[in-house]
């Protein structure tokens, strides 16, 4: 009984996540390499999280209302993205997007880093982690289609 609940677990699965690459299922393979990417994500991002009050605060002299009106509206800009990225991951596909959003969050956050205009500066860091927290629901929604379902709460605790 234990191996025809296994197999039909496994055929539950899509087929692309039974190819093999570099030795690997995909089924294995695309969960782990999702989860050091967004490992490397998060600590990019704890990093600019600590910083760039800081920064904003020494570089642009911002008073700490102007910098909690920069969160509040980097808040509002992840609403908006969160209805957006649907719409965005069905046109491109669900691993382009994700690569689209981090790539474009890291192209922002350079500009961030060059100007000198702090309203600028601002509208940069908002849409900046706009694009780049919205690769979050394409990077889940692979990772949960890769993974059989009794399995799926242990990735979840890691997203």
Same mark, same amino acid.
């Given at each position: 009984?234990?191996?025809?609940?296994?197999?039909?677990?496994?055929?539950?699965?899509?087929?692309?996540?039974?190819?093999?690459?570099?030795?690997?299922?995909?089924?294995?393979? #695309?969960? #782990?390499?999702?989860?050091?990417?967004?490992?490397?994500?998060?600590?990019?991002?704890?990093?600019?999280?600590?910083?760039?009050?800081?920064?904003?605060?020494?570089?642009?002299?911002?008073?700490?209302?102007?910098?909690?009106? #920069?969160?509040?509206?980097?808040?509002?800009?992840?609403?908006?993205?969160?209805?957006?990225?649907?719409?965005?991951?069905?046109?491109?596909?669900?691993?382009?997007?994700?690569?689209?959003?981090?790539?474009?969050?890291?192209?922002?956050?350079?500009? #961030?880093?060059?100007?000198?205009?702090? &309203?600028?500066?601002?509208?940069?860091?908002?849409?900046?982690?706009?694009?780049?927290?919205?690769?979050?629901?394409?990077?889940?929604?692979?990772?949960?289609?890769?993974?059989?379902?009794?399995?799926?709460?242990? &990735?979840?605790?890691?997203?």
């Amino acid at each position: 009984a234990t191996r025809h609940d296994a197999a039909s677990e496994v055929a539950s699965l899509p087929d692309w996540t039974q190819e093999v690459k570099c030795g690997i299922r995909k089924q294995w393979l #695309v969960p #782990v390499w999702t989860e050091i990417m967004w490992g490397g994500t998060q600590i990019a991002s704890s990093m600019s999280l600590k910083y760039i009050p800081l920064f904003f605060r020494q570089d642009f002299s911002m008073s700490p209302s102007w910098l909690m009106i #920069v969160r509040v509206l980097e808040n509002l800009g992840l609403a908006a993205m969160n209805f957006a990225t649907p719409f965005i991951s069905a046109k491109t596909g669900r691993a382009w997007a994700a690569i689209l959003f981090i790539v474009a969050g890291a192209i922002l956050m350079l500009g #961030v880093a060059s100007l000198h205009q702090t &309203w600028l500066a601002a509208t940069l860091f908002i849409l900046r982690t706009t694009f780049a927290r919205a690769n979050v629901p394409c990077v889940q929604s692979i990772i949960f289609e890769s993974v059989l379902p009794k399995h799926r709460g242990r &990735w979840t605790a890691s997203c």
